[in-house]
């Protein structure tokens, strides 16, 4: 299933912060979309609120003219939190079994598709450790795992790689290309800006607003210095110096 994402002017108070100011953002299948942004600009609380964890002020997201939230649509939907969800009293293994069953797997193809996702992570070796044992690297590469259960059309990674050697990372990433290849969205945040030129497109946050948003050749173009971190440095200074989202 090919998914289109339409968010559209979505706003978005914490306490006496307004996080997300008038954000619009439109998505296609088949596009890797990186969020770029200093600490505290709203990227974490962005995608929460396209996946209807949070509750808007204002505004709609659709997928595929569906509004979010949608208990329908979440079975299409995978998440890689930044903090890895994870039960660590159960086995790698066991782990993905239960979130494919949660989808209705059943449960001769649960366990095919688990045994399967652990190979690709390469934790085929350690799939009937317990969690509690994984390192916090072998978390990461779990938490990915379970968000692609059962081949969602749209799949939202917080800071991915984080605490991945740069081997891991490419294979990482030789998955998210492949994905694509499918016709899979994928929307990822990173800090990593060798990462972030690997995506199709980028929209830069600052202060709960879109403040760039364009293909990562375009955004080099825009600095002296051509590079992604002259950008991110210089938003992430104004940003300070204007008062930060959090």
């Known amino acids: 299933m090919t998914c289109k994402i339409e968010a559209v002017d979505l706003w978005k108070q914490l306490g006496a912060e307004q996080v997300l100011q008038g954000i619009d953002l439109r998505m296609d299948a088949g596009e890797i979309l990186g969020v770029l942004g200093p600490s505290g600009s709203g990227k974490t609380t962005l995608i929460k609120c396209l996946l209807g964890i949070l509750s808007l002020n204002k505004g709609s997201v659709k997928i595929n003219g569906t509004a979010i939230p949608n208990l329908k649509l979440m079975d299409n939907i995978g998440y890689m939190a930044q903090t890895d969800a994870l039960y660590e009293d159960l086995t790698g293994l066991q782990n993905l079994v239960f979130f494919a069953r949660l989808k209705g797997m059943k449960r001769k193809d649960a366990y095919a598709q688990?045994?399967?996702?652990?190979?690709?992570?390469?934790?085929?070796?350690?799939?009937?450790?317990?969690?509690?044992?994984?390192?916090?690297?072998?978390?990461?590469?779990?938490?990915?795992?379970?968000?692609?259960?059962?081949?969602?059309?749209?799949?939202?990674?917080?800071?991915?790689?984080?605490?991945?050697?740069?081997?891991?990372?490419?294979?990482?990433?030789?998955?998210?290309?492949?994905?694509?290849?499918?016709?899979?969205?994928?929307?990822?945040?990173?800090?990593?800006?060798?990462?972030?030129?690997?995506?199709?497109?980028?929209?830069?946050?600052?202060?709960?607003?879109?403040?760039?948003?364009?293909?990562?050749?375009?955004?080099?173009?825009?600095?002296?210095?051509?590079?992604?971190?002259?950008?991110?440095?210089?938003?992430?200074?104004?940003?300070?110096?204007?008062?930060?989202?959090?």
């Open 114 to 246: 688990a045994c399967s996702l652990m190979k690709m992570v390469e934790l085929s070796r350690d799939q009937e450790k317990k969690v509690v044992n994984y390192s916090g690297g072998m978390k990461r590469r779990l938490s990915l795992a379970t968000a692609l259960i059962g081949d969602p059309g749209i799949i939202v990674l917080d800071e991915p790689t984080v605490g991945i050697d740069p081997l891991l990372r490419d294979l990482f990433w030789q998955e998210f290309h492949r994905l694509k290849a499918c016709g899979k969205a994928i929307i990822m945040t990173t800090h990593v800006m060798d990462e972030a030129e690997k995506c199709d497109r980028l929209i830069l946050i600052r202060n709960g607003r879109i403040i760039r948003d364009g293909g990562p050749e375009q955004l080099k173009a825009e600095t002296a210095e051509g590079t992604l971190e002259a950008i991110f440095i210089r938003s992430a200074r104004q940003g300070r110096e204007g008062g930060e989202a959090v």
